[in-house]
């Protein structure tokens, strides 16, 4: 023990004398180790505990909050998912394969706590330039972690997305969303009854991860970074899968009272927090935990992160059986605490108090912090600064520019990696708007999309989360679903800077308007603050997971074109000036400025009933969402995926092409369907106040937009590049 030992593990002089304050005494090394992992930033979220408290969470069909594992939705009569998305980015950029991989095995760890089989697994990866000097090395390092992982435990990876700026360069975004269906019974992480066994089960317990979470997690990165490999942990997916099956036995046997993973935190994390949230207490035997490694301390047994681990709170009478399951399965588990009165989390060695916390000071009384607020002084000449709207004298060669970008270019040789048919639920996979599974055992179905347009944030966080919420519910929305729920994994820098903090209140605001106006709850997520390197920040990232209910999985609609002679048309309002912070200014013009678009909630909520509504009338034969790189690049996406062209025979006269083309104005979608579905596809339309415009016919096989065409081949041939210039 020295006197600076706090400061090492992350803990600031006043949260040290605030801690001697609670138990009346100096902590020994264990005590603070435990305060250390559960004070961090990554799991008390002591910085935004205050204006997470903002988000709407309650609404129709939310059987489980914030709180838990992860968030529960009915989606269906009778049919509960769990959702929720977690971030590894701070592992990743260490060790991308291991920190991914990991990332993978957490989120499910979290559905499997609910008592919720893993059914589909989604990505939101953000990577520097695709021409930067390690960029390479991280995207096929994290995209192999994950596909390893996820391919291991049979659980399909069927979406996101991935986008290459020079804002990640030295931070990369790992974000990960799960989906799981509820078999039985809800399951939560509470140790309710004094007298009751706690049984550890799952990988033996090594120093691998030690300190990830108030180490690794909750620092800026800098040139050191590759000394934390060690906090990194290491997976093993096949036992995993083995996890996942033994804990779904033991919630459908009803044998258990409280179950929840060990991640960050490791065993001290569900052991405080399950004792918090009941109002008792946890006395853990360390002698008792199965260890990979010979002669580890007290301290590291507590935090170390091991993966693919589970705790578990049983009755003395059950315990017999929970140890039975677990031997069925091949996994090793053992009897390492009980359940107590004492509302302390109590560490014990050879009979011997090692530890003796208060769970609640670990788990929900941490010190939250008001931390200073700024908006950026460089902010008002960003937004004068050209919006990139420039008009361009060939624009078929700006087409196969933004469809070659790494942006917007095809994500196949991402998902193709991926096995995303296992399970047999996947109705729409990767490349579309929005991935729908199919429920296990029900004609329903959900619609799951991940979004987060950094760009726009860094521009105006406000209006950038509201646009994100809104592009991830149209999204779903084009499939035909009801926007139901959200989940968000809020990603920024160092929240110690004023600027920072700022973006961060900004964004909440603006993910809580949104949500409120949608009727959309957010059942939970996850905080990534210090994803700054050597003083400089990622842009302001939410990425927003949108979970969409459709009640009958034949009626999905998909983005591409389905057949010669169908009909195109324009949902929504195109204004002329929308380039702020879009693709056609970032990559025609290389700009970032201006005003972002603005959007209006009414017409974005008008736009999806009449989505929902021409699914379910089964008028269309496509939708597709407009977003980066606007109409046009949306045409030539629905044109690819189906493998037809097109004729556009109407435009926006009083506009530029180029804006009427390339404008990214919200609350928009492309829709196709047989001629004579358009007369009820108007009517429809009318009925709700959405304007509607008549552009073309499917056919052929050219893009021809009337102002200039490009071939099928061409678009093709541009959308299948490679980032790093390698054949997909």
């Known amino acids: 023990m020295t006197e600076t030992l706090h400061r090492d593990l992350g803990l600031t002089d006043g949260e040290h004398e605030l801690i001697v304050s609670i138990l009346g005494r100096l902590p020994n090394i264990t005590e603070l180790a435990m305060f250390s992992v559960m004070w961090s930033e990554h799991c008390s979220y002591k910085s935004s505990r205050a204006l997470l408290s903002t988000l709407p969470t309650e609404g129709e069909g939310v059987l489980v909050g914030p709180g838990e594992g992860a968030g529960v939705i009915e989606v269906a009569p009778g049919a509960a998912v769990a959702w929720k998305i977690e971030s590894h980015n701070h592992p990743s950029f260490v060790e991308p394969h291991n920190g991914a991989a990991t990332g993978v095995g957490g989120i499910v760890r979290d559905i499997t706590s609910m008592g919720a089989r893993p059914i589909a697994l989604l990505d939101s990866l953000r990577f520097g330039s ?6 390479a090395y991280l995207a096929s390092g994290v995209v192999g972690g994950i596909s390893s992982y996820g391919n291991a435990i049979g659980v399909p990876t069927v979406g996101g997305e991935c986008i290459f700026e020079p804002s990640y360069e030295n931070n990369p975004l790992v974000n990960v969303a799960c989906l799981g269906m509820v078999e039985t019974e809800i399951m939560r992480g509470r140790a309710d009854n004094p007298g009751d066994l706690v049984i550890l089960y799952g990988s033996a317990t090594g120093r691998d991860g030690i300190g990830g979470a108030s180490v690794l997690a909750s620092a800026e990165l800098g040139p050191d970074s590759s000394d934390k490999r060690p906090s990194v942990q290491v997976g093993d997916p096949l036992t995993e899968k083995l996890v996942i099956e033994a804990s779904l036995e033991l919630v459908a046997k009803s044998i258990i009272s409280g179950l929840q993973d060990l991640g960050a935190g490791g065993i001290c994390c569900p052991a405080s927090e399950m004792a918090a949230k009941s109002g008792t207490g946890i006395r853990i035997d360390l002698e008792a935990i199965h260890l990979r490694e010979a002669d580890m ?42 359940v107590t009165d004492s509302g302390l989390v109590e560490v014990v060695v050879s ?14 009384e941490v010190p939250l912090l008001k931390r200073e607020t700024g908006r950026p002084e460089w902010l008002d000449d960003l937004r004068a600064a050209p919006n990139g709207d420039d008009p361009h004298s060939d624009l078929g060669a700006c087409l196969l520019a933004l469809l070659a970008s790494p942006g917007e270019a095809s994500a196949r040789w991402i998902w193709e990696q991926y096995d995303h048919m296992i399970l047999l639920g996947t109705v729409v996979g990767p490349g579309g708007d929005a991935a729908v599974i199919r429920l296990p055992g029900s004609a329903a179905a959900v619609a799951l999309s991940l979004d987060g347009p950094g760009r726009l944030c860094h521009l105006d966080p406000y209006e950038g989360a509201r646009l994100a919420v809104a592009e991830a519910a149209r999204n779903v929305a084009c499939t035909g679903a009801r926007p139901a729920a959200v989940t968000n994994c809020l990603n920024f820098g160092n929240p110690e800077r004023p600027e920072v903090m700022w973006s961060f209140q900004e964004v909440v605001r603006g993910i809580a308007d949104s949500c409120r106006a949608l009727g959309l709850p957010v059942t939970g997520g996850n905080v990534s603050f210090y994803n700054e390197t050597s003083g400089r920040a990622i842009h302001p990232t939410p990425v927003i997971g949108m979970l969409g209910a459709l009640e009958d999985a034949g009626a999905a609609v998909g983005v591409a074109f389905r057949a010669e002679g169908d009909v195109i048309v324009l949902l929504g309002t195109t204004h002329p000036d929308d380039f702020g912070g879009g693709d056609y200014a970032a990559v025609v013009h290389g700009a970032l400025g201006g005003t972002v678009p603005h959007l209006y909630l009414e017409h974005e909520q008008a736009l999806h009933r009449l989505l929902a509504q021409a699914a379910a009338d089964l008028l269309l034969s496509s939708a597709h969402d407009l977003s980066g790189g606007g109409l046009a690049v949306a045409l030539a996406e629905s044109a690819l995926a189906g493998g037809l062209g097109f004729r556009l025979t109407e435009a926006e006269a009083d506009m530029e092409t180029h804006r009427w083309l390339f404008s990214e104005s919200p609350s928009r979608a492309l829709v196709s369907l047989p001629p004579e579905n358009l007369d009820r596809l108007r009517t429809v339309a009318a009925a709700l106040g959405v304007p509607i415009t008549t552009l073309g016919e499917v056919g052929a096989d050219t893009l021809d937009f009337g102002a200039f065409e490009v071939s099928l081949t061409q678009a093709a041939a541009a959308h299948a590049s490679h980032p790093f210039g390698v054949a997909p």
Do not use: H, K, N
């Not at 695709?130 to 960029?135: E, H, K, L, N, S």
């Open 297 to 338: 301390a007290p301290f590291e047994i507590m935090i170390s992160e091991s993966q693919e681990r589970m705790l578990a709170v049983v009755s003395a009478e059950r315990a017999p059986e929970v140890l039975e399951v677990c031997r069925t399965w091949e996994l090793e588990a053992r009897v390492v605490g009980e």
């Open 130 to 135: 695709a021409g930067g000097t390690r960029t």
């Open 351 to 364: 009979g011997e108090i090692a530890a003796s916390v208060p769970a609640a000071a670990l788990a929900s």
